[in-house]
């Protein structure tokens, strides 16, 4: 089992829908959630980090953290086809970022 | 501008050439990552470093080297490059490793 594993996709959401996406984790020590973007080619950008149970919200993007069940997710609501990328969860262990494979998010006009 | 540059953007080389990847930061950080990313793989730590002096291996250290002699460089050095070291390279930076990641723009490496 994959410390961090996310759906590799891909996903395929009508513009101006809800994306969902999700990611488990196998450590229950870890502290610190991360959301990147990744666009092909590009390096990853962070979107929305998490360290509490619940969620948080920033513009159209909302992160959920689950400890209990280990799962964090992120959801894009009005999805653009600028969203179209890669998205990258990342969980903190110690001293290192564990990354899951990304889940390709494509938008469709 | 913050930022972090990396060295070069493109690499072809052959098996068994000494390499060394440059990496640096002008924001001031503590912490710093070598990553490859491999399709299907993602994100996969190679090495980071705490601080001045202070590094440690990450999850697929083998066949890397690294040094953190100053604060804002740290190179990547391929001592005997092989064929499955051909990947795509970032370098990250941020204050500690529950903060955000600020990343290099990457070095796409070729080993044959």
């Known amino acids: 089992q994959k410390e961090v594993e996310q759906n590799s996709g891909p996903l395929s959401v009508p513009e101006g829908a809800i994306a969902s996406l999700n990611c488990t984790y196998s450590?229950?020590?870890?502290?610190?959630f991360f959301w990147y973007r990744q666009y092909s080619g590009k390096s990853p950008e962070l979107i929305m980090f998490?360290?509490s149970n619940g969620d948080k919200e920033d513009g159209r993007f909302t992160a959920q953290l689950n400890k209990a069940s280990q799962y964090v997710s992120l959801l894009i609501r009005d999805s653009q086809p600028s969203d179209s990328a890669t998205y990258l969860c990342a969980v903190n262990r110690n001293y290192q970022l564990i990354w899951g494979a990304g889940t390709k998010l494509i938008i469709k006009p | 501008e913050a930022q972090v540059t990396q060295n070069p953007r493109y690499l072809i080389t052959v098996t068994g050439k000494k390499l060394t990847v440059t990496c640096s930061q002008n924001?001031?950080?503590?912490?710093m990552s070598w990553y490859r990313q491999d399709p299907g793989l993602g994100l996969r730590q190679i090495y980071y470093?705490?601080?001045?002096?202070?590094?440690d291996k990450g999850d697929v250290p083998e066949g890397y080297k690294v040094s953190r002699k100053e604060k804002r460089n740290f190179p990547l050095i391929l001592e005997s490059p092989s064929p499955n070291q051909t990947s795509l390279y970032f370098c990250?930076?941020?204050?500690?490793?529950?903060?955000?990641?600020?990343f290099g723009p990457g070095t796409r490496l070729t080993v044959t």
């Open positions: 998490i360290y």
């Open positions: 470093s705490m601080n001045v002096e202070v590094t």
């Open positions: 924001m001031n950080h503590e912490y």
């Open positions: 990250a930076s941020s204050l500690d490793p529950s903060y955000e990641q600020y």
């Open positions: 450590d229950r020590g870890s502290q610190s």
